[in-house]
């Protein structure tokens, strides 16, 4: 038993003395890490190139294109005194909720779509802040013109008093507004600064499903962040967008996309620039598998008009249009499954004055097959007040066609004027006329409805919110844009603004100096 005991000890000290031993010499020896050269050949997932050659996928090339010309925004909102020396303030409009204090993501639980609208007077909160407090919003840019000029998206920097700019390389910028667009969710903006690296456009209707792209932008302000997936969806209509005329034909992709990454780019793997990112599915706020981007072609024609025009020209037909499916069918009766079905047609609208009719089924525009709301809502976005179309429609079995000449918001074929951008962009506001049935549901004559706000005179000196229609200036009765532009030509030091809310009883008075 003693031996055993013994033998045992020993073994036990020779294996201690081994294992000290094993540990010294190993320590003091270098530890060799293995290195090869990368093989491009042996990565399993292959690609088209722009010459249309099959090569391994890579995503190095395309980013280095591409981060130069992707920004990061900071939007700056102060929060005006209200109530004595306490504010009292609605749940914070996104985006700046979403950067305001906490966590980020406890506010977007059970939200299924977002991209940062402001919540309905129904859905606020009130709180209480200091006076003054600044509020701050981020998000990403393109930039799409070398002198400056930069895409993003209306909500991230809708209410914003001041817009800073920081480029790839960390040189930081004042940026004002050149235009804004909310059915589009798009903003154009500009900083002082030349020779930049811009992001071309690229047709999207050239996009494919299953195609490769690449998400660049600053989620949760992380600058400069890539991510890749696939176009898994076209002319998607999420219902996000709140604004009246809304244009919803997103195109949908699984690159990760999160806040922050509004106003970013999509690219292909060329690099070129196939849709601004706009919006999330989501439940938590975060990703959660799907983003929404608002396609090139879009985007570039509203670049187009509020640089050629001062705002955005947007023919219409006047109708009110839902995609045909299985159900519609069977419950109108129609003996097709796809196209657009013409629920209601306004009067005097375009369509009413080319014949359209409701119940009447949309399957082409300009000899271009639409299937879905959202197809066609994207062709006749790209349209101008005046333009003509061509409809091919469905009505009662009988193909027919229809030539129609589309007009703006108020009937009207005629386009904005490029000279009164400079006026607006000293206001700080989009401005829209009434038509007569939106005046006589009011209770007014006529009226200027202020339908966006951005930095300007009008943010800085007053407490107007959007939805404000304008029916007089210093007592004169103003009927439209040019009615307003006329008063204000000449006008020096202050004016008084005179007019209504539509969802708040009596007149409302704000004082403005023009030359301060």
Not at 198 to 211: I, K, R, W, Y
Not at 283 to 298: D, E, H, K
Not at 308 to 316: E, F, I, K, S, T
């Amino acid at each position: 038993m003693k031996k055993t005991v013994f033998i045992s000890a020993m073994v036990s000290l020779m294996i201690s003395f081994g294992v000290i031993g094993g540990y010294q010499y190993f320590g003091e020896k270098e530890v060799a890490i293995k290195h090869v050269e990368t093989n491009p050949g042996h990565k399993v997932l292959y690609a088209a190139n722009a010459d249309g050659e099959i090569t391994p996928l890579d995503f190095t090339k395309t980013t280095e294109k591409v981060l130069d010309a992707v920004v990061h925004i900071s939007a700056k909102k102060s929060m005006a005194a209200r109530d004595g020396n306490m504010l009292r303030y609605r749940e914070l409009p996104d985006p700046f909720r979403d950067f305001f204090g906490g966590s980020p993501f406890g506010q977007f639980f059970e939200r299924r779509y977002h991209y940062g609208q402001p919540q309905e007077p129904n859905d606020s909160k009130e709180y209480q802040m200091p006076e003054e407090m600044p509020v701050m919003g981020t998000g990403s840019g393109v930039i799409i013109n070398e002198n400056g000029y930069i895409l993003t998206n209306n909500h991230v920097i809708r209410d914003a008093d001041e817009i800073e700019v920081t480029l790839h390389d960390n040189g930081t910028y004042k940026a004002s507004v050149i235009g804004t667009d909310p059915s589009t969710d798009l903003a154009l903006l500009q900083i002082k600064a030349k020779d930049l690296k811009t992001l071309p456009f690229v047709n999207s209707d050239d996009v494919q499903v299953g195609e490769w792209v690449l998400a660049v932008g600053n989620p949760f302000s992380l600058n400069s962040t890539v991510t890749a997936g696939n176009v898994s969806a076209k002319a998607r209509n999420i219902n996000i967008n709140r604004d009246k005329f809304a244009v919803e034909s997103f195109i949908q992709t699984d690159a990760a996309i999160n806040p922050g990454n509004s106003g970013g780019a999509l690219v292909n793997l060329n690099g070129d620039l196939i849709g601004i990112n706009t919006a999330i599915a989501t439940r938590t706020g975060t990703y959660n598998g799907y983003g929404f981007a608002v396609p090139s072609n879009i985007a570039s024609k509203v670049v187009e008009d509020l640089l050629n025009y001062g705002a955005v020209q947007r023919g219409m037909l006047g109708i009110n249009i839902v995609t045909l499916n299985g159900n519609l069918a069977k419950e109108k009766e129609v003996d097709l499954t796809q196209g657009v079905y013409v629920a209601s047609v306004g009067e005097d609208s375009a369509a009413d004055k080319a014949g359209v009719k409701e119940g009447d089924v949309i399957l082409k525009v300009d000899e271009r097959e639409v299937k879905t709301s959202p197809e066609l809502q994207e062709l006749i976005a790209l349209k101008r007040p005046g333009d003509q179309v061509a409809l091919t429609i469905n009505r009662e079995g009988k193909e027919k066609e229809f030539k129609v000449t589309l007009q703006n918001r108020i009937g009207s074929t005629k386009v904005k004027k490029k000279e009164h951008a400079k006026m607006l962009n000293l206001l700080g506001a989009e401005l829209e006329a009434l038509d007569k049935e939106q005046a006589k549901k009011i209770g007014v004559e006529s009226g200027v409805k202020v339908t966006s706000l951005y930095a300007g005179k009008l943010r800085k000196s007053t407490q107007i919110r959007e939805g404000f229609i304008i029916t007089h200036i210093d007592g004169q009765r103003v009927k439209d844009i040019d009615d307003v532009m006329k008063v204000l030509e000449n006008k020096q030091g202050g004016i008084m603004l005179e007019g209504v809310y539509e969802d708040m009883p009596g007149k409302f008075y704000y004082a403005i100096g023009l030359d301060s």
